[in-house]
């Protein structure tokens, strides 16, 4: 996940080159919770390049995978309001 991070940080200009350094982590990963994070990470550079919809998608699929974890919180709030398409995915206990 560090190496990924970094990756992106050394190309800030760029998020197509964050996109693929955290989606190799992914497809390198298990089951790592980490995966999470990494699809966080890349649903934002996806907004960050007006990309909405693939954000939404991705922040959905989070949310949906890791509902427990306080990622989903972090998630909800990273996300923009114009990536807030399709259903509302309803938490556990909600």
């Known amino acids: 996940y560090s190496e990924a991070q970094m990756t992106a940080l050394d190309n800030p200009g760029d998020p ?10 992914i497809n390198k990963t298990g089951t790592d919770d980490l995966r999470g994070h990494a699809k966080a990470q890349i649903a934002a550079f996806y907004s960050q390049m007006g990309d909405f919809e693939n954000a939404a998608a991705l922040y959905r ?11 989903v919180v972090l998630v909800a709030l990273l996300m923009p309001s114009k990536t807030l398409m399709g259903p509302v995915v309803a938490l556990p206990g909600t």
Do not use: D, M, S, W
């Open 16 to 25: 197509t080159v964050g996109i693929a350094a955290f989606q190799a982590f």
């Open 61 to 71: 699929e989070v949310i949906q995978q890791y509902p427990t974890k306080k990622l």
